[in-house]
Structure formats: structure tokens, C-alpha cells
């Protein structure tokens, strides 16, 4: 699917407008066929987590001694895949990379959404969610308040901060889109997209502390994409598990959330370009940086499952030894390879220049990334599980319907979303686009050059 | 308070009851009931206060002593009674779960006809009684003997009643009936002292034990006592200058529970023991090791063991010479030994008693008393006279109490059969069994806790059995209903009106006889003290010696066999009806809720199976089908099955679960030859195990006596750990810190503790999907661990020690709760609280030794066992994590009550609930600011077994384990 | 005399900027712009100072921090409960908490303060704003009196508007 000939590889600021606004107008009976789709799943799920909330637990696979396992790591890897919008948006703004402008709202919007996914489960996993808010501090009269030393609390703190921080962020950068939308609209979206833009002009003065703002909530951001992800690691890293006990989890967690982001924006786009017929605006060359980086996290991340296991041979404890042998050899061994092969292996094609920039394949690869990292936060967390120290305890432990249920509504729930949002807001910053407009066209003539070949 | 008046008592109960039932509903569900206050309130009865009555011990012929715990009328926690000289304040698994048969909901409420068609209906209590009353008179009519009572032995004035009660009408048929009666054993006394009780053995006094084949731990005649007498022998003292241990070893096809604390396990086939002993007794007659003193003309018994070569015996049983040569040389220097037995031929025992007289024990370690009590058990002909007398229509109307003979007898007895040919058959009793479902009359029967009774397991002891509570159902006393009959429909009038009086009568009638003495005084003191326990005087025996002139058998060799043993907890069946004896592990295989066939791995090669396959074991009198579990804890050629489950009928508890073991054997044995196939279908065992193999970590630890004798600590496999390691300034505990001290050596496995724990902390069973699911609740569990090949040369038999929460100081489970659900008390306990927990299960997942139990449902008490629940703890609902506290209410409660007295907590005044139920006192608890304690010098009297489980984690648990013993190897 | 509004749109900033500049050099009104992308060519011509909502982010860190260690500090002393042997001062735990709190803060005040400083949510559009503003065009609007108008015009064209109207205030 190289760029068609016909896109005129010399936009203008209107051009973009154009393009951008056009995906907003009025969607079509398939669209919301799958919208439609998506949210029967979520009712589907949200059904499954009453009966759960009616009955109990019980109703899932969990057992002694496996405490945690599907619900847990959906939670993981929903945050993990969050962390690449926050990486696109704040980081890369902050170094200035010139790719990052057409996809960087795409990535955000999964950064919102999967957050809001991913936040869910902690509570679907409590016994007694309907005390969720004991985990907060806040004034009672039992002077009773939570325990800032449990990592859990931590995970309150930090989610929360990031779900927050992300969607201003977000709202930030579409302020002046939505004031384009709004000259554009007309009925009802008029009104809505009015309201929205809350009378933004773009005057020299709003541009002014628009512009500084944005560049230190990106300078607030930085910091704690990172802090989110290792907190969510000291989830396991602070327990004294074998398996879970170890120092590298934190920059491990960071780089394995960063690799199934990108990865998982890629599974997004590519559809997205096409469907939404945007591919004068995201060209190859916004693939091609995308897939470098989640070639470099793969190698970060193969490198993080190398050190674990000589760390665990180096530093001679038996019981940490017969866990990772569990791992790798014991019943659930398969699924360890099945991650290092999607994570570690598959991911080694993106040497090849021409793999990056060839869609199909890129999106093959990216859906193996995110599964061998779903698989590697299973492994991590039930599988550790299995192999406690009190082998008279070591169990087994098989997913329920329920579970199953809930985590494809999970999935719903997130595109579903992230569908709705494609065809109401800008899911390109036009703004930005037209800042770098001069890279597009670069990359678009690249483009050519390379249909023509 | 032991002192109220029966008068007293009943009528506080009557207005209490319904409080207490009200009182007894969890909070999570709607009151059902009204509150109604205590009209006159009961000057003894402080609501929120215990009572206490001492009773007796229904549930196997032992009969200890009971104390019964008693909260607003109800029953709600059974321990044993500390004046009891049998059970000495323990009580096993079995006897504490008989609060699970009062308040069983499968017990039937009322009177039930079965009408011609075989349909069953309910009828009044006028109806029934006038129906059975009618039969009997037409019956005593008819001719003599036409009417027969067939009950369980239950004491000597139940046995008064039930004979006055057949004589009344016109017959002479009382049967006593108990599945397992220890007949070898009386028969092997008959023939060598002219007596059939029972001999009382004194293990502690011995320093060798041999058992043949007795579970002495588990089953075997009085466990609770053994246990206790067990450990006492296996407890490390100076004999002859250096410290040592009890030798002891078991001769047996299986591993039991027993045969794994013993020094060394000899596999022999079913059967075979006897040949053994009798071997044994053949080498200490060769090396005239017999005490000069014996009356044994000792060339006739030589004569008579003569075929028992140690070499000859070998070549049967495939026992090493050697080993029955040591077996032999030990016992007979030995100052104290002893040997028993437990096979269901007398042979074996008569050895047994032939090496302990021989060598002189008789009197020291095995003796019997003077005034040996009437024996209350018929003999197997007796009873095999009333079956067949039934079978040949002999009889009109048979009365059946507390036996279940269709269950329990081999199926050559072809009771089924006999009871069809009785016209009229009446069964009094609780939960409807196999029995009650070919009655045509069925009456509900007071539970013994509800009614009067006693007595009288061995000379100068007679334990009293008080009612501890108003009756649960709408039910009578079986003695009432017998004396009720027999005053209406025959012409001799009974001495008594009630069961009641008659106890009182009989009691009244023991009183001393002195002027000063008022009878009633000692009434008071009995049911104060739950019986009379008098000194005891060795009787004189006189030998003869004719038995062993007669020459011995020597068992038959069998390709294959079938090896039946008692459950530990469901022993004969009785026990499948209650949720706790079925879900608690059986210590050595560690399944639950269902009936296994154990066979050894060879053996399950030749029979092409594997664990899980169902596999269908025929001998001539029947076939049953079981789950094979695949041991080496087992002889090869031999499958063990238990003994107790495969009811069809007993309450949903015990309905087909498992397979009944009792059909395939000959009346009386233990073993049969078998043939056994595949069927080619599974059933998953269900078991809370996973893995058996320890991995060198150290959570049981043992070490020799060797060892312990020269001072040397072993090396254990995991990290060594110089001392505890602070990072940061240790917490101070100003007042007391509590902690526990287990002694791994005494602990057996007999699960006392475990039982003792559900019945105090209102633990909920989750049934056999439940567990295979992994969600038993027990917070105090057995460990079970085999010794693997690396530790094999240097370890018990087996790793057995009670696991509960170490109650840490540097708890992994405490920093991670988010909301201080679990924190770590004042007192040095982890505590657990379950209103703030909101159900993360961080912690579970972060305790090393996973002790942790999480609600994954509602737990559910089927009504009536909901008014078993112990109102001083609350009953944990839907999503929240419990565990062990140490049982902080009875700390509480001994705290309070030291402070309105304005004293100090004495040592030993709280005492934890699975301490109290422990046989061998492996637990001790106490305060570790307290040097002086009895938990403190535990550990320090015993520095070099001190370790603590998982220490390398420095979670500084505040249980300090005493590792177990064993004999290294060679040196048994 | 009557104050008129001269609109003048631009296709680059950069002519936009040096209309700006002459403007400024002309002392001639008050101007405002109108941009669809942040322009710093127009910011400098204008030679605005930094904003200010630099202040206001900082604020909310610094309050960020402090409530942060004030509720972990202050509820462990609230109720001194042993934790695992924990001291009731867990530094890294509390630092965590900290952080968090500042960057959420921080973040809360500098949305807020830009909206502030900005003057939106605006229920009205400023006059001369036009919808091509938005999306392709720099925009000038200058108000000045009716005499200096042609001046005003004249460097507008000079420095290369597309196009020039004038509208009455």
C-alpha cells in the first residue's frame, strides 16, 4: 500500500485541514456496525463482573496459591501499552523529532483510553471493589488511612496522576484542532465542537502561554511516564516472591511497555490510515521511525530476560533457580517461549529497512509483539506464582470464563473508544502537522520515489 | 462454670435456646429469628460467657473424657476432659467432630413410617410410639425371643436398659455391636490369661516398641492415649549414659501415619505379621533372651516356634534375617519393651503378648487392671447368631441404635437379606443410614451429647455422659423410648421411667458407702469431674501356656491383595457424615472426600494404571472401584484401600462418596486376596497437596538422635542464616509478645489441631470441588513431605508438622496491604482484620509460606451446623482474607479476665485451640518476653532442634520448630 | 475622532512578523494576530516577554510535594501502626507519593493556568477573528484612529497582505 501517485506530495496548511476534517464528517452504517460490536462485548463483560461482584471470586480460576493471573496482567499490559502515547507526545516532543507530529494524537488518544482500560481491572479484581476508595486517604472518622509503604497504594497515586496528566495534555493539544473543527462543522457538531473549543482564536497571546505550557506539561510528563511503569513493576519487584523479587523489574517494565506501545500503535494505524484514508498524512517514513523503535525495545527488553537469567544463575539461590527452571521448563514453559519468540525473535526482521516500511508485514510482526508481551506478563505474574516457596502449595491454575470474558471486554472497550474518538476528533494534530509541514512533504516525495522503484 | 444443677441448667437452656440461635445467625444474613430475652435470667448464665460440662466421648470405643464449651445454650466447641486419665485433655479429630453429628442437617426430624409400597412418610410421635409399642406386644406374645435390640455399646447402663428392655419383652436377643472390636486381640487374651478386656499398655514405659501391624496412632484401640504415650517414648532422655530415643518399628503392608514415626517400616503382606513375631519370639527364645521369671517352659516354646527360623521366615515374607534378628536382640535387652498388634488374626497377637510376657514387660509396659468392667461389645458369634436368627424369621421386631450393620458388615453376612425377613424393623438414630432405609419404623434418637450415659472403657474408670444441650431436634433418648415401651406393653415393670434416672440410679449406687458421705455430693462431683477415676490395681494373671504348643499358622502368599485399614477419621463409616473429618487430609496420602487404592509403583506398572485411573478391585465376597494413588508407601502386590467412605444413604456429606471397603472383606479381616483391572475411567483425587518433594528448603527439619547426642547441629541445604538481620531499629514489644514453640518430634499428624482450628475459628469447608478447586480454608495445615532420594539415607520416614502463620515480625504479608488490613499487633501477632480488608491478595501472594485463606464465596453452614459457629469469632464474608491469629479471642478472653481481676496473665492461661486438641502437646504456646515460660524454656531446653521454617527469608516468624528425630540408619 | 479596525491577512509568518515589526516601529494602535500554528517569528516581532504560567506550574509542583509528604507524614502519625517491622518513616515509599502528587499538581495548575491567562473558556469571538485564521492565514488586526488608517494599510501591503479591509469599530 505505498502512498497512491495521485496524493499530491506538496500539501498545504489547507490540504491537511482538508484531510484531517474530512474523516470527522458523518460516519457510515459499517462504522458503527463495529462500534456497535465493540460495546455488546463490553455489555457482555460488564455482565460477567456483576455476577462476579454478586457471587464472588470464586467465579474466576484463581486458587491458592495463585492470588493473581489474568486480571493482573491485563492490568499490566494495559498500562504498558498506554506508555507509548505518553513517549510519542512528551518525550519526542521534548527532542523535538520531527515524525512524531502525525501520529503523536493517535498515540495519545491509546494512552487515554488504554489507561482508563487499564484501571479498571484493579478493581475488578478486588474482592470487595465496593471499598475501592479505602486505598485513598481521606478524612473519616476511624482515623484509619492507607498504607503508603503497600506498592498498591503507590499503583493509586501513580495511575491515577498519569490518567489525569495525559487526558490535560491531551485536551491541550486539541484545543486549537477542535477551533478548526469548529469553523468547519456546521448543525448540531457546530455547537459541539463550539463548546468544545471553548472560544479558542489562536491569538498571539493564548499561543503564547499555550506554547510554554504545553512544553513543561511534556517536561511533567517525561518524568512520570517513567515513575508509572516501575511502580507497576514494584508491584512484583517489592514482594519477596522468587521470580518476582528482582532490581532490573523497573527499567525492564519501562522498556517492555514502551516496546508493546509503539507496537500497539502500529496495529492501530495501519488499519486506521486506510480506513480512514489519511495516507497523504501518514506516510512510510512515520512507520518506518515507529518500527525502529519498537526494534529497539525489543533488543532493550531481550536484554532484560538475558539478565534474569544469569542474575538467577549468578547469584546461587536455589529456590529463585528451581522458579525460573519452572518457568522455562515447567508446565507452562510454552508460553515463555511462545514471548521470546514474539518478543525477542520476531521483532529482528525489523532490521530490514523494507520490512519496517511494508505495512502488511509490520502489522503481522506488531501483533506478535503484543501478544508475546501478554504472554510475558502472564508468565511473570501467575506463573511465579505457581513456584512459591512452600512446594506442599504449588498449583496450577486455569482461566475461567469470566476471566476470558472480561479481558476480550477489555479489548472491546478499548477500540470501541478509540473508534468513537476517530471519527469526532482530530486524530491528527493539525497544528503540529502544519508546524512540520516540510518533513511531510519530505516524507511524502520519499514516498513516491519509492512507489515509483 | 461446672457447678449448676441439671434443674438449674435445663431451664436456662429452654429460654436460652432460642437466643442463642438467634445470637448464632452470621451478620451478613437477616435475622430469621425473634431475640427473646431470658424471662428469668439464669444466675449462672452471663451471656457472652462460657459454660462448661464434662461429658464423654461417643464417637469409638476409647471413651475419653469431654469437656463440652457451651455459649448461649449451644454447644459450640468440644475438648477433652483433663480429669480423664484416658485421653488427659486431648481429643482426636474424630471425637471433637461430633458436634458436626448434633448439628448435622441431614438428622431426621421426625418419626417416619414406611408404608407397605416402601414409600416413607412422616408420622407423630403418638403414632409411632403406639405402633411400636403394638408390634412389641404382639411380638413378646408370639413366643420367646422374638424380639431383639441391635445397638452400638453405650456404656453399662444403656446396655442395663436395652437387656431389661428385651427381657421385658420376652427375649434374651440384646446385641452390641461394634464394626471394629478388637476380637484378636480379646481372643489372644482369652487363650493366654483366661480374660477378654483389653490389656492397658504403657508405651512411655517402654524403650522398643514392635507393632504388628496396629495404628496405634491413627485407629488402633485408644489413639489419643497412645499418641500421648508415643511421644513421651520418642522423647530424647539419658538411658545407660548416653541420650537417646524410643526405638520402635512397625511390620505392616502400608505406610500408615503410625508406621511413618516409627524408626523403620518392615513391608510385609497382609497377613504376614504374625509369622514375623512369631519369628522375633524365635530369636529371643535361641539367644535365651527371656526373663528368668517368666512361667514359659521355654523348651515347648521354643518347640513351638521352631518353623519360625528367622531364615524360614525371611523366605515367606521376604523380611530380612537380619532385621529379625535385630528386632529380636533389641527387644529382648531392652529394659521395657513392648509388642502389639493390629491384624485381624489372633496369631499375631498372641505372639505379641507370648514376647511381652516372655521377656517380662507384662505388668510394666502391658498389664491388665482387677475388676475389669463387663464387656459391652458381643462377640462376632453372638452376633452372627442374631443375623442368621433374623435371617430364619426368628424375629418380629428388631430395634436397631447407632449401628449401621447393612454398611458395615461384610457382605457374607448378607444382613441386607436378614433384615427383609424381619417383619418389623425399628431404627433409632440421627442421620438416616443404609440401615434406616430398610426400617419401617425410623425414630430420631437423641445425639449422646444430648443425652444421659456412661461409661466404663477399663477398670476404675467410668467416664459420665451429661447431656450438654437441649436436644437440636425434635428427637428422644433411645433408653427412654426402650424403657417408655417396655413400661406400656409388658407386665415387669422397668426400675426407671428414664434413661436419665436410671444413670443417676446406677451412679447413686457407686457412691461410697461411708456415713459422712452423701450420695448426692458425689452425684454433684461426678458430673463436676464427667466420671469416677479410681486408682487401678495390676491384676494377678495366671499364664497357661497351652495355646503356642498348638502349632502356629503362617499366612498364605498372595499374588496380589487387598489391604483394608480404618480411616483415620471416618474410622468404621460413622465419621463420612461430617463436612470436617471429609475434608481434612488423611495425613499420609493427603486426600479427601473420596476412597483411593494405594499400590506401589511396581504394582501399578504390572497393572498397567496410573494415578487417577479408576480401577475395579474383586475378591471372592465383592468388587469395588477407587482411584488408584500411586505410592511407595505401600508394599508392592498390595493394594490399601480405606475403610469408611461409599455410603449410600448417611446425609449429603457421606452419599456416594468413594466406594465401601467393607464389602470385599470376610467378616472380620482386614485383607483378601484380590484380583484388580482397569476400567479405563478416571476421577480426578482430590487433594490440597502439590508437591511432595521438600527441595532441601526448611520448612520440617530433622535431625538424628546421633546427632542430637553429640551435639551437632545438621547442615540443612538452604542459605545458612548467622542471626536475625534488622535494617532498621527492631519494634519494641513492651508488654507481651506472643509466640509458639511445636515440637516437630511429637507432632504424628493425627490433625487434632486442624479439626480443633475449625471448630474455634468458624473455618468454612468448601466441599470436594472446593479443595480441587484450591480453595480449603484450613489455617492450620499438616505438611506433608517424602523424603527425597538425596535426604532418603538420612531422614524420617516421613516430614510431618503442623503449618499455620508464623505470626512474623518482619511479615511479608503486612507492608503490602494498602489498607492495614493485616498489621502487626502490639502483642507481636499478625493480625488479620477482616472488616478493613478490601480483598487485594497481595498478601496471600506474598507470604512464603502460604498459610493465608481468602473467602472466595460465601460460606455456607447448612442450618442447623450454623449454631455450631463460635459467637467470639466472626464469620468472615464473600471477598475478604482470613488466617491464623493465635486465636486472639481466647487471648482476649484470658487478658479480660485478668484484668477485672487485677492480676497478671499467668503462663499457660491462654491456651490456643489446636494446642488444647494436640494428643502428644507438640504445641506450646506462651509470651517470649517471658523467659521463665513453658514455651520459652521449650526452646531453650531444646537449643540444638530449634530452627525456624523458611528462616533465610528473615521473616522472623515468632513459632520456633523443634526438629523432628529419627535413628540414622543401620542403627534402628 | 473614531477608532477604525484594520484586518489584514498573511499567507507566511514571516510577512506577517515584519508587518508586526513596522507596526511597532510605526507606534501607530494597538494590534493583536491571529495564527493557526504558534509562530515564534510573530512572538518575536511582538517581543513578548515568557509567560507566565511558568510560575503557576511551579506552584502547583512545590504545593504538589507538600501535600504529599503532609498526608503520608501526617496519617502515619495519625495512627502508628506496625507494619512488617516497617519504621513508621518509610522514606522511599513516601518519596513515591510525593513525586506523584507534584506532577499532578503541577499539571492541574498549569492547565488552569493557561486557560486563565488566555481568557478562554471565551464566550464571544474577539472581532476581526475569521475562520481562515484557524486554518491557513496569520491574521493582523490593528485598531488605530481613522487618520493613521492608511498608514497602517500601506505597511500591510508593503510588507505583503494578501489582503487589507478596514471595519468600523
Not at chain 1, 499561543?207 to 517513567?226: D, I, N
Not at chain 2, 545407660?240 to 526405638?247: C, F, K, S
Not at chain 2, 494415578?611 to 475395579?616: L, Q
Not at chain 2, 479443595?771 to 495445615?781: L, T
Request: net charge neutral; proline share 6%; hydrophobic share 45%.
Amino acid at each position: 500500500m505505498a502512498a497512491a501517485p495521485k496524493t499530491n506530495t506538496e500539501p498545504s496548511y489547507r490540504d491537511i485541514d482538508r484531510s484531517v476534517l474530512r474523516v470527522m464528517e458523518p460516519a457510515g452504517r459499517a462504522y458503527w456496525a463495529w462500534v456497535g460490536f465493540c460495546f455488546t462485548l463490553v455489555g457482555i463483560a460488564a455482565g460477567f463482573w456483576a455476577h462476579q461482584i454478586y457471587s464472588g471470586l470464586g467465579v474466576t480460576g484463581l486458587r491458592q496459591p495463585v492470588m493473581w493471573a489474568i486480571y493482573i496482567t491485563n492490568f499490566v499490559f494495559w498500562v504498558g501499552i498506554a506508555h507509548s502515547g505518553t513517549l510519542i507526545s512528551a518525550i519526542l516532543f521534548l527532542f523535538r523529532t520531527k515524525w512524531r507530529t502525525a501520529v503523536y494524537r493517535a498515540a495519545e488518544t491509546m494512552t487515554i483510553f488504554a489507561v482508563a482500560t487499564a484501571g479498571l481491572f484493579p478493581l475488578i479484581h478486588l474482592g470487595r471493589v465496593w471499598f475501592f476508595y479505602w486505598l485513598l486517604p481521606y478524612p473519616n472518622e476511624r482515623y484509619l488511612q492507607p498504607d503508603f509503604r503497600s506498592p498498591l497504594v503507590w499503583d493509586a497515586f501513580a495511575v491515577s496522576t498519569y490518567l489525569t496528566i495525559s487526558a490535560l495534555f491531551w485536551t491541550m493539544g486539541l484545543i486549537p484542532d477542535i477551533a478548526n473543527a469548529r469553523e468547519a462543522a456546521t448543525g448540531w457538531r457546530k455547537t459541539f465542537y463550539t463548546v468544545l473549543a471553548m472560544g479558542w482564536q489562536g491569538t498571539d497571546r493564548q499561543w503564547r502561554h499555550y506554547s510554554m505550557a504545553y512544553l513543561l506539561m511534556a517536561g511533567l510528563a517525561t518524568p512520570l511516564v517513567l515513575s508509572v511503569h516501575s511502580v507497576v513493576s514494584w508491584d512484583f519487584a517489592m514482594a519477596i516472591n522468587p521470580g518476582w523479587h528482582s532490581t532490573i523489574f523497573a527499567p525492564y517494565f519501562v522498556a517492555g511497555a514502551i516496546f508493546s506501545g509503539v507496537a500497539m500503535v502500529i496495529t492501530l494505524l495501519i488499519p486506521m490510515r486506510k480506513l480512514l484514508g489519511i495516507e497523504d498524512l501518514l506516510t512510510e517514513w512515520h512507520f518506518d521511525n515507529l518500527a525502529k523503535v519498537v526494534l529497539l525495545t525489543s533488543l532493550v527488553v531481550s536484554y532484560a530476560y538475558i539478565t534474569e537469567a544469569f542474575m538467577t544463575w549468578y547469584a546461587g539461590d536455589p529456590i529463585e533457580q528451581t522458579t525460573f527452571h519452572m518457568r522455562y521448563f515447567g508446565p507452562w514453559g510454552w508460553m515463555y517461549w511462545v514471548m521470546v519468540l514474539c518478543n525477542c525473535v520476531i521483532p529482528l526482521l525489523l532490521f530490514s529497512p523494507r520490512i519496517r516500511v511494508n505495512l502488511r508485514a509490520l502489522w503481522v510482526i506488531t501483533i506478535f509483539v503484543n501478544i508475546g508481551m501478554w504472554f510475558e506478563r502472564f508468565v511473570i505474574i501467575a506463573g511465579s506464582l505457581t513456584a512459591n516457596f512452600e512446594p506442599s502449595q504449588w498449583a496450577s491454575y486455569r482461566p475461567s470464563l469470566t476471566e476470558i470474558m472480561i479481558t476480550v471486554g477489555s479489548f472491546a472497550w478499548f477500540l470501541g473508544l478509540f473508534s468513537l474518538f476517530s471519527r469526532f476528533l482530530p486524530i491528527i494534530s493539525m497544528t503540529e502537522l502544519k508546524e512540520g509541514i516540510v518533513w511531510l512533504r519530505k516524507a511524502l516525495k520519499r514516498d513516491r520515489v519509492r512507489a515509483a522503484a | 462454670m461446672r457447678e449448676g444443677t441439671s434443674i438449674s441448667r435445663r431451664s436456662f437452656i429452654k429460654l436460652a435456646a432460642t437466643a442463642g440461635a438467634a445470637a448464632a445467625i452470621p451478620g451478613c444474613e437477616p435475622a430469621a429469628r425473634k431475640l427473646i430475652p431470658y424471662v428469668v435470667p439464669d444466675e449462672n448464665v452471663v451471656p457472652g460467657v462460657p459454660s462448661f460440662f464434662a461429658t464423654t466421648c461417643n464417637e469409638c470405643p476409647a471413651g475419653c473424657g469431654v469437656v463440652a464449651r457451651i455459649r448461649e445454650g449451644r454447644v459450640v466447641k468440644l475438648e477433652g476432659n483433663p480429669a480423664d486419665p484416658i485421653g488427659q485433655g486431648a481429643l482426636c479429630a474424630r471425637g471433637q467432630a461430633a458436634l458436626q453429628g448434633v448439628y448435622n442437617p441431614d438428622r431426621l426430624a421426625h418419626p417416619q413410617v414406611r408404608g407397605g409400597d416402601g414409600a416413607i412418610r412422616t408420622a407423630s410421635w403418638d403414632e409411632a410410639e403406639k405402633m411400636f409399642g403394638d408390634r412389641l406386644a404382639t411380638a413378646a406374645k408370639a413366643g420367646k425371643d422374638r424380639v431383639a435390640f441391635f445397638g452400638v455399646p453405650n456404656g453399662p447402663t444403656f446396655s442395663k436398659i436395652a437387656l431389661a428392655f428385651v427381657a421385658a419383652h420376652n427375649s434374651s436377643r440384646a446385641i452390641f455391636y461394634e464394626a471394629i472390636n478388637n476380637e484378636p486381640t480379646r481372643a489372644a487374651a482369652k487363650m493366654l490369661f483366661g480374660r477378654r478386656d483389653l490389656p492397658i499398655y504403657r508405651i512411655d514405659q517402654a524403650e522398643v516398641l514392635i507393632s504388628f501391624g496396629a495404628d496405634f496412632l491413627e485407629t488402633w484401640q485408644s489413639p489419643v492415649e497412645l499418641a500421648r504415650q508415643y511421644s513421651q517414648f520418642r522423647t530424647p532422655q539419658k538411658r545407660r549414659g548416653t541420650l537417646t530415643i524410643g526405638r520402635s518399628a512397625y511390620v505392616g503392608p502400608r505406610l500408615s501415619m503410625t508406621a511413618s514415626k516409627c524408626d523403620e517400616w518392615i513391608a510385609t503382606a497382609p497377613g504376614a505379621q504374625a509369622d514375623v513375631a512369631w519369628s522375633v519370639l524365635n530369636v529371643l527364645v535361641k539367644q535365651g533372651k527371656v526373663s528368668q521369671n517368666s512361667d514359659f517352659d521355654l523348651a515347648a516354646l521354643g518347640k513351638a516356634v521352631e518353623n519360625f527360623d528367622p531364615a524360614a521366615t525371611s523366605a515367606r515374607t521376604g523380611v530380612p534375617v537380619e532385621t529379625i534378628t535385630r528386632l529380636g536382640e533389641t527387644f529382648g535387652k531392652a529394659d521395657g519393651a513392648l509388642a502389639i498388634a493390629g491384624t485381624d488374626d489372633s496369631s499375631a497377637h498372641l505372639a505379641a503378648m507370648i514376647l511381652n510376657s516372655v521377656t517380662g514387660n507384662f505388668g510394666k509396659t502391658i498389664m491388665f487392671f482387677e475388676g475389669a468392667p463387663a464387656e459391652d461389645t458381643s462377640t462376632p458369634d453372638e452376633v452372627d447368631a442374631a443375623v442368621d436368627a433374623m435371617r430364619g424369621g426368628e424375629i418380629d421386631v428388631l430395634v436397631i441404635a447407632g449401628v449401621n450393620p447393612v454398611f458395615t458388615m461384610p457382605a457374607s453376612a448378607r444382613v441386607a437379606e436378614a433384615l427383609q425377613k424381619v417383619p418389623f424393623v425399628v431404627w433409632m438414630g440421627g442421620v438416616p443410614d443404609e440401615t434406616a432405609a430398610m426400617a419401617s419404623l425410623l425414630i430420631p434418637a437423641h445425639h449422646p451429647l444430648e443425652s444421659w450415659r456412661d461409661t466404663a472403657p477399663r477398670a476404675g474408670i467410668r467416664g459420665l455422659g451429661q447431656p450438654v444441650m437441649q436436644p437440636v431436634f425434635d428427637s428422644k433418648p433411645v433408653g427412654d423410648i426402650l424403657i417408655a415401651a417396655a413400661a406400656k406393653t409388658s407386665s415387669t415393670k422397668l426400675p426407671w421411667t428414664t434413661a436419665a434416672e436410671a444413670v443417676k440410679a446406677e451412679w447413686l449406687a457407686l457412691a461410697p458407702k461411708a456415713e459422712d458421705e452423701n450420695p448426692e455430693d458425689f452425684w454433684i462431683n461426678v458430673r463436676r469431674e464427667g466420671g469416677s477415676f479410681e486408682e487401678q490395681h495390676l491384676a494377678a494373671l495366671s499364664l497357661d501356656t497351652s495355646p503356642f504348643k498348638a502349632a502356629v499358622p503362617t499366612a498364605a502368599q498372595m499374588e496380589l491383595s487387598v489391604y483394608a485399614y480404618p480411616h483415620i477419621f471416618l474410622y468404621d463409616g460413622r465419621g463420612a457424615d461430617k463436612p470436617w473429618l471429609q475434608e481434612l487430609p488423611e495425613p499420609v496420602t493427603q486426600l479427601v472426600w473420596d476412597s483411593w487404592a494405594e499400590v506401589h509403583p511396581d504394582t501399578a506398572r504390572k497393572l498397567g494404571v496410573s494415578r487417577d485411573d479408576i480401577i475395579e478391585i474383586k475378591t471372592e465376597h465383592g468388587a469395588i472401584e477407587a482411584p488408584v494413588l500411586v505410592e511407595s508407601s505401600v508394599r508392592p502386590g498390595v493394594i490399601a484401600v480405606p475403610i469408611g467412605q461409599g455410603h449410600r444413604a448417611y446425609g449429603r456429606y457421606a452419599k456416594d462418596v468413594g466406594a465401601n471397603t467393607w464389602t470385599i472383606l470376610a467378616a472380620g479381616a482386614t485383607f483378601a486376596a484380590a484380583t484388580a483391572r482397569a476400567t479405563g475411567t478416571t476421577r480426578a483425587l482430590v487433594t490440597p497437596l502439590g508437591k511432595s518433594d521438600m527441595m532441601g528448603r526448611s520448612i520440617v527439619e530433622a535431625m538424628s538422635i546421633e546427632q542430637l547426642a553429640s551435639g551437632v547441629v545438621p547442615k540443612s541445604e538452604a542459605e545458612e542464616v548467622s542471626g536475625p538481620f534488622e535494617m532498621y531499629a527492631p519494634w519494641k514489644y513492651a508488654g507481651h509478645k506472643w509466640g509458639m514453640t511445636i515440637d516437630v518430634n511429637a507432632c504424628t499428624g493425627c490433625s487434632a489441631c486442624v479439626t480443633a482450628c475449625y471448630a474455634e475459628n468458624n473455618v468454612p469447608t468448601v466441599g470436594r470441588d472446593g479443595v480441587d478447586r484450591g480453595r480449603i480454608m484450613s489455617w492450620i495445615r499438616i505438611e506433608r513431605y517424602f523424603p527425597n532420594e538425596k535426604e532418603a539415607a538420612e531422614a524420617p520416614q516421613l516430614y510431618l508438622a503442623p503449618m499455620l502463620c508464623q505470626q512474623c515480625d518482619h511479615a511479608p504479608c503486612e507492608p503490602v496491604c494498602p489498607v492495614f488490613a493485616s498489621y502487626h499487633t502490639e502483642e507481636g501477632l499478625n493480625g488479620q482484620v477482616y472488616n478493613r480488608c478490601v480483598g487485594t491478595r497481595y498478601c496471600e501472594n506474598n507470604c512464603p509460606y502460604k498459610v493465608r485463606r481468602f473467602n472466595w464465596f460465601v460460606p455456607e453452614w447448612p442450618a442447623p451446623l450454623n449454631l455450631q459457629l463460635n459467637p467470639d469469632v466472626t464469620v468472615r464474608g464473600a471477598g475478604v482474607m482470613e488466617k491464623c491469629t493465635f486465636c486472639v479471642q481466647r487471648i482476649q478472653f484470658a487478658e479480660l479476665n485478668a484484668k477485672t481481676e487485677d492480676r497478671q496473665l499467668r503462663d499457660g492461661e491462654i491456651v490456643t485451640a489446636c494446642q488444647q486438641a494436640c494428643p502428644t502437646r507438640a504445641i506450646t504456646f506462651g509470651d517470649s518476653n517471658d523467659p521463665a515460660s513453658a514455651m520459652m524454656r521449650r526452646r531453650d531446653d531444646n537449643k540444638l532442634r530449634n530452627y525456624r521454617a523458611l528462616e533465610e527469608l528473615n521473616t522472623q516468624p515468632a513459632i520456633t520448630y523443634l526438629r523432628d528425630l529419627y535413628r540414622e540408619k543401620g542403627k534402628a | 475622532m473614531s477608532t477604525i479596525a484594520i484586518i489584514s491577512s498573511f499567507a507566511d509568518d514571516a510577512q506577517c512578523a515584519h508587518a508586526i515589526e513596522e507596526l511597532r516601529a510605526a507606534k501607530v494602535g494597538d494590534f493583536n494576530t491571529f495564527s493557526p500554528i504558534p509562530s515564534h517569528r510573530i512572538e518575536h516581532a511582538i517581543g513578548l516577554k515568557k509567560s507566565p504560567v511558568r510560575w503557576i506550574v511551579l506552584m502547583g509542583g512545590i504545593s504538589g510535594v507538600l501535600t504529599g509528604l503532609a498526608i503520608t507524614i501526617g496519617t502515619t502519625y495519625e495512627w502508628r501502626l506496625n507494619a512488617g517491622g516497617k519504621p513508621l518513616l518509610s522514606w522511599p515509599p513516601f518519596i513515591i507519593i510525593c513525586f506523584e502528587l507534584m506532577v499532578l499538581l503541577g499539571g492541574i495548575f498549569g492547565f488552569l493556568g493557561v486557560l486563565g491567562l488566555s481568557g478562554i473558556p471565551a464566550a464571544e469571538i474577539a472581532p476581526g477573528y475569521d475562520g481562515r485564521f484557524g486554518e491557513d492565514r496569520f491574521g493582523v488586526v490593528v485598531r488605530c484612529d481613522e487618520d493613521e488608517a492608511a498608514r497602517v494599510e500601506s505597511i500591510m501591503k508593503d510588507s505583503g497582505a494578501e489582503e487589507v479591509m478596514r471595519e468600523g469599530v
